[in-house]
C-alpha cells in the first residue's frame, strides 16, 4: 500500500487466540494457535498472507541490496553450462542449463565407439554432435508456479524414458514414460507416486512406490508398460510405521534390492531380476538396533553379498557371504574400528569403493575383491568433501568423483583404475574474478560443557584479516540430527557475504555425523539436549576467543537445524544479533505427539515416543521451542521461512512460533511461500531470489548491509 507514493508499512498481523488443551501424562497444555493448523481455512491463508505483507513491509529498505545480492548470484553463475556426461549403455548422458531458464535441460549423446570411456568435453556454443533433447524442465514446468522432478531414467537399451514431476511441493510424483525413438508419449501413466522410480533392466517394467497417509514410503508396486495402472502387482508392503521402504536394481542388474529402514533398523529383501513376480527373500531378518545394507558383486564365478552392518560394531564393518545363504558363513573384509565411521560401499565388476569418515571428514577408498586391501585416495587440502556418483556401469576402467572444499568450487574427476591417476574432467567455473587464495578454510575446536571438543569450520576472505584478529561478523549454521554431516563446500550465494567481511562458520554438534556413529547417539533422543548447548558453546568460543560479539552474530539452521535454532533462541538469546530459521521444527512436542501426522512414528526412533513414554514427554516439553518462548528474555530479531505445501514439516509450526514470539515482545518475523515445498521454492532463479531475501535480512542484522 502506498499513499502519494510513499509505502506504508504494514501492520503486525494479531492472530486471534483459540486456545485448546492438550492432555498427556497428567500434564495440561494451553496451545492458542493450533487453529493455524487447518489448511484450508480462508482465515488461516488470510492470516499468512498478512505475515507475508508484513514481512515485506518490514524488508523493503532492503530491497536494493537483495537485487545487489541476486546480481551478484547471477553474475558469478555460468548460466549457460553443461554438466560432465556419464556413460550408459551406447550413450554419454549430461545436462545442460540456459541463460534465462529456470530448469535444467536433459540430453544425451552416442558414444564415438565401444571403447569410448572418455567424456567428451562439452562446450556452451559448440554443437553436440548427435545430441538428443530427453527432458527439457522448462517446457514441463510451463503453466505451474511449481516444477519439480522426482524420478527420471532411461531404460537399458536407450529406447524409453520414465519421469515424475511433482508441480505442487508436497513430494508426490506422477510418472509418465516417453518413447525416445519415436518421441510419442506413452499411455502409461502412474499418479501419487514417490521419489526414484525405475526401469527393470529390460525395460518391460517399472518398479514405484507409493507413500500412506501419513506421507511414508509404505509399498512397492511393479507396472507392466502397457497394461492398466489398477492391475500392477504390490511386490512388497511394510506395515509398521517406523520403516521407509525403497527399491532398486543392483549395478550388476541380477537383483531388485527391496530395502526398509528405520532411524536405527534396516532390513532388506532380494528378487531375481528375471523374476521379478516371484517370492523375495529376506537377506537378514530385521533386529532391533540393527542396521545394513549389501551391494551384489561376482566373486570366482559366485554371487556374493558385500554387507555393510552395525551389529556389535557401533561404526560398523564391512563382511562378505554367499548371496545364496546371506545368514551362512561370512568373511570381514573391513573390521570394525572405532572412530572410523563406514558409510557405504558401491561394488563393480572387478572392484569396489568404500566411503567412510575419519578425522571429522569424508574419505573414498577402492577396494580390492582379492585381498580385503582399502586404498585411500588422498587430497591435499585440509577441509574436504568427496564422494562417489555418475557411476552406472557395471565394469568401468573408471571411477567418477565429486571434489569440493570451501574455498574449491565443484570439481568432477574420473579416477583411472589401473594407474591411480585423478583426472580432472570439469571445476565448476566462478565468474566475476573469483580466486580460491583470495578466501581461507580453517577448522577449531569449542570446549562444550561436559568437556567434549567440538569442531567448528570457518571461512572468511583474507583481506578482511585472518579470523579471530580482530570481532567482526559471524555466521554460525548448524544441524545436528539424523547423523547427518555438515560437509565442507563453496557456496555462490556465500560469497555476497564472506565479500562484505563476514565469517561462516559451521558447529559440528553432536546429534549429527561429523565424528562417528557415538557423535550422533550423544545427541538424540535423551541426550537432545547436546545439540543445543553444543551449539552455544560454540557461539561462545567465538566470542570469548575474539572472532566476533554477539551484536555482530547471526545463527542459521533449517528443517530439524530450525528445531536447534528455536532452542537456542530459549538458551542463549543474548549470544545472537539474528536468528534464521529456514522450515523449523520448533513445535516439535506437538507433532510427534500425533501418530497421524506426515513422518511422526518414523520419528519415534530419533526423539523418543512421548505419546506413550511420560519420560519423553517431558524431556522434549522441556526443549520443544514453542512451548519454552520466554517472558524474561530479549530475543534477538528472528525471520522464519516456510512453506504451505512442505510435507515434512508443516507450515503451521513456525507460523504458531512466530505468534507466540510476538506474545512476549520479540521481533519476529514469517515469510511463508504460497505454492512450494520442504526444499523452497522451485526454478533455480527464483531460488537466488529467495536466498538473496535471507541474506540481505541477515547483513542488515550484523550491520553489513552497507559494507
Not at 529383501?269 to 551391494?295: F, H, K, M, N, Q
Not at 577448522?443 to 585472518?466: C, M, N, Y
Not at 563476514?502 to 535423551?526: C, N, P, S, T
Amino acid at each position: 500500500m502506498t499513499v502519494n507514493d510513499t509505502p506504508v508499512p504494514a501492520s503486525v498481523p494479531v492472530a486471534a487466540a483459540r486456545p485448546i488443551v492438550r492432555s498427556h501424562h497428567g500434564d495440561d497444555v494451553e496451545d492458542r494457535y493450533e487453529w493455524f493448523r487447518a489448511k484450508e481455512d480462508a482465515e488461516v491463508i488470510a492470516h499468512l498472507e498478512a505475515e507475508n505483507r508484513y514481512t515485506e513491509s518490514r524488508t523493503a529498505h532492503l530491497a536494493g541490496l537483495r537485487d545487489e545480492i541476486f546480481a551478484e548470484i547471477k553474475g558469478r553463475t555460468l548460466e549457460t553450462d553443461l554438466s560432465v556426461p556419464t556413460r550408459r549403455g551406447e550413450w554419454w548422458y549430461y545436462g545442460r542449463t540456459v541463460e534465462g531458464q529456470q530448469y535444467g535441460i536433459q540430453c544425451r549423446a552416442p558414444l564415438a565407439s565401444p571403447d569410448d570411456w572418455t567424456p567428451p568435453e562439452l562446450s556452451p556454443d559448440v554443437e553436440v554432435h548427435g545430441e538428443q533433447v530427453l527432458l527439457d524442465g522448462n517446457l514441463e514446468a510451463e503453466g505451474h508456479e511449481f516444477f519439480s522432478l522426482g524420478s527420471f531414467e532411461v531404460s537399458t537399451d536407450g529406447t524409453l524414458m520414465l519421469f515424475g514431476v511433482d508441480v505442487a511441493g508436497d513430494e508426490r510424483y506422477t510418472v509418465r514414460v516417453r518413447n525416445l525413438v519415436t518421441g510419442e508419449q506413452l499411455a502409461d501413466e502412474i499418479p501419487d507416486t514417490f521419489a526414484g522410480a525405475t526401469f527393470s533392466p529390460d525395460g518391460r517394467f517399472i518398479v514405484y512406490t507409493t507413500v500412506d497417509d501419513a506421507w511414508r514410503p509404505d509399498t512397492v508396486w511393479l507396472h507392466e508398460l502397457g497394461t492398466p495402472v489398477d492391475s500392477d502387482t504390490r511386490l512388497f508392503h511394510e506395515p509398521d510405521e517406523r520403516y521407509w521402504v525403497g527399491a532398486g536394481f543392483t549395478r550388476s542388474d541380477r537383483f531388485l534390492v527391496i530395502g526398509l529402514g528405520s532411524s536405527i533398523t534396516s532390513e532388506e529383501w532380494l528378487l531375481d531380476a528375471d523374476d521379478l513376480r516371484g517370492e523375495p527373500r529376506v537377506v537378514w531378518p530385521r533386529t532391533e538396533g540393527v542396521e545394513y545394507e549389501s551391494e551384489h558383486a561376482v566373486i570366482d564365478g559366485e554371487d556374493v553379498l558385500f554387507i555393510l552392518h552395525n551389529d556389535d560394531a557401533l561404526d560398523f564393518e564391512l563382511i562378505r557371504v554367499s548371496a545364496s545363504d546371506p545368514a551362512g558363513p561370512r568373511s570381514t573384509v573391513i573390521a570394525h574400528k572405532p572412530g572410523q565411521r563406514l558409510l557405504g560401499v558401491s561394488t563393480f565388476r572387478d572392484w569396489g569403493v568404500v566411503g567412510y569418515r575419519r578425522g571429522g571428514l569424508p574419505r573414498l577408498g577402492m577396494l580390492d575383491y582379492a585381498t580385503g586391501g582399502v586404498r585411500e585416495i588422498e587430497f591435499d587440502e585440509p577441509l574436504y568433501a568427496v564422494g562417489s556418483g555418475g557411476n552406472p556401469e557395471w565394469a568401468p576402467p573408471l571411477l567418477r568423483l565429486g571434489y569440493g572444499s570451501f574455498v574449491t568450487p565443484g570439481t568432477v574427476y574420473d579416477l583411472d583404475i589401473a594407474s591411480g591417476e585423478l583426472l580432472l574432467r570439469k571445476r565448476q567455473p566462478v565468474l566475476g574474478g573469483y580466486a580460491p587464495e583470495d578466501y581461507a578454510q580453517a577448522r577449531v575446536w569449542a570446549t562444550a560443557h561436559d568437556g567434549v571438543q567440538i569442531p567448528i569450520s570457518l571461512v572468511w576472505k583474507r583481506s578482511f584479516g585472518e579470523a579471530g584478529a580482530a570481532p567482526r561478523p559471524v555466521h554460525l549454521y548448524g544441524y545436528g540430527s539424523y547423523e547427518h554431516s555438515i560437509e565442507p563446500g563453496l557456496s555462490v550465494p556465500r560469497l555476497s557475504e564472506l565479500d562484505r567481511g563476514v565469517i561462516f562458520a559451521v558447529a559440528h554438534v553432536r546429534g549429527g555425523g561429523e565424528m562417528g556413529r557415538q557423535w550422533y547417539e550423544d545427541g538424540k533422543l535423551l541426550a537432545k539436549r547436546n545439540t543445543f548447548t553444543d551449539f552455544v558453546d560454540c557461539a561462545r568460543h567465538l566470542v570469548d576467543n575474539g572472532y566476533t560479539t554477539p551484536s555482530q552474530m547471526v545463527a542459521e539452521g533449517g528443517s530439524a537445524g530450525g528445531l536447534l535454532m528455536g532452542a537456542v533462541a530459549n538458551l542463549a538469546p543474548e549470544l545472537f544479533a539474528g536468528i534464521l530459521a529456514d522450515v523449523p521444527f520448533v513445535d516439535a512436542l506437538t507433532t510427534i505427539l500425533d501418530p497421524s501426522l506426515p513422518l511422526t512414528v518414523i520419528e519415534w526412533d530419533e526423539w523418543g515416543d512421548p505419546l506413550h513414554d511420560p519420560d519423553v514427554y517431558a524431556y522434549m516439553k522441556s526443549y520443544s521451542p514453542y512451548e519454552n518462548v520466554r517472558t524474561d528474555a530479549a530475543y534477538p530479531r528472528i525471520l522464519a521461512v516456510t512453506s504451505l505445501n512442505d510435507t515434512r514439516v508443516l507450515y503451521v509450526e513456525p507460523a504458531k512460533w512466530v505468534a507466540r514470539l510476538r506474545e512476549v515482545g520479540a521481533d519476529a518475523l514469517l515469510k511463508c511461500e504460497m505454492v512450494a515445498g520442504h526444499g523452497g521454492v522451485s526454478g533455480r532463479y527464483n531460488a537466488w531470489r529467495e536466498r538473496a531475501f535471507e541474506l540481505a535480512w541477515l547483513l542488515d542484522v550484523v550491520g553489513a548491509a552497507d559494507a
